[in-house]
């Protein structure tokens, strides 16, 4: 098997047939596989996604998940499902185009030195200005954060060969950032910029919640420097409080007692209890992190497979 392609896809249905089409139509002198994860859709993307299946099953397979486990869960799952030389993970909703697959497919084949190649977006004009800017602002913040550099503007739109592939399946962790883990495991990477194109059919599922979600998993994931700050503001604090003490002691002694400092008193205990609040906010990110990976639970759970293990309900 050359390519085994892998297509996350959450309430897609009115995208499914046209994802696939166009995959067939780029490879139709290649030996390829479809992995289809079905991220817990509520439409009948599983209904099309069968259909598809029935109409193709020499090239289609078809994952559904039980419920909804998130994007990352469902490459990993495309990823224990793959066997092809290449593996490829794109979108399902025509924004990231397949041409471009074949692009990443002929530079593999023509640069052995090269492990995967990773896909760039050129200009970001989808979203609000708010978006735009928030996504620019997230790259900064991990890279100033993390130890594991970021580029701008890479997507999970990309192309591997099969060593990348084992390294990704390695990693035992359960909270998976993948955007993160593609950083951390290294490999000669190529950078490819491409035209995101215009979804036709649907809407997104990644809105300003899911954003601000997966951003914090990606910080807390990939970057103990928080934990850090909680620290450092701990030291600040405690160091402002003993010298606010100096001065009161002294200004008791040389002038005597003030007592109209309410306000002033008020105002310490907002501060200090906000540091505190913080620093246990953060404490708690990191040990709900800990606590989930402790359980071992499994990334996602199946109920139906579709030319894989065909037993699973």
Aim: glycine residues 8%; aromatic residues 12%.
């Amino acid at each position: 098997m050359k390519l085994s392609i892998i297509i996350p896809a959450k309430n897609e249905e009115e995208n499914i047939d046209t994802i696939y089409n166009t995959v067939k139509t780029v490879f139709e002198n290649i030996r390829y596989e479809v992995i289809f994860i079905d991220d817990g859709s509520d439409d009948k993307t599983f209904k099309v996604l069968e259909s598809v299946y029935k109409r193709d099953k020499d090239h289609v397979k078809v994952v559904c998940f039980s419920r909804n486990f998130g994007k990352d869960a469902a490459i990993y799952a495309g990823l224990e499902s793959a066997v092809g030389e290449y593996t490829a993970i794109i979108d399902a909703d025509m924004e990231q185009n397949p041409s471009y697959l074949l692009k990443m497919l002929t530079f593999l084949d023509n640069n052995p030195d090269y492990d995967q190649v990773a896909m760039k977006i050129k200009e970001r004009k989808a979203g609000s200005a708010i978006k735009r800017f928030g996504g620019k602002m997230f790259y900064k913040v991990m890279n100033v954060l993390s130890d594991t550099k970021f580029s701008n503007d890479v997507s999970d739109f990309r192309m591997f060969r099969s060593n990348v592939r084992e390294a990704l399946l390695s990693l035992p962790e359960k909270n998976r950032f993948s955007k993160g883990i593609f950083s951390w495991i290294g490999f000669n990477t190529k950078l490819m910029e491409y035209e995101v194109g215009t979804r036709t059919k649907g809407v997104t599922k990644f809105n300003f919640k899911a954003s601000v979600k997966y951003a914090l998993n990606g910080i807390v994931g990939f970057s103990v420097k928080p934990l850090r700050v909680a620290t450092v503001l701990g030291v600040i604090t405690s160091i402002s409080g003993f010298i606010y003490l100096l001065y009161i002691i002294i200004k008791t002694i040389t002038v005597g007692p003030d007592a109209p400092g309410f306000a002033t008193i008020v105002c310490l205990i907002l501060f200090l209890g906000g540091i505190q609040l913080l620093s246990i906010g953060i404490l708690g990110e990191y040990l709900g992190k800990t606590f989930v990976e402790t359980k071992n639970r499994p990334v996602y759970v199946a109920r139906k497979k579709l030319g894989l293990d065909e037993d699973i309900l």
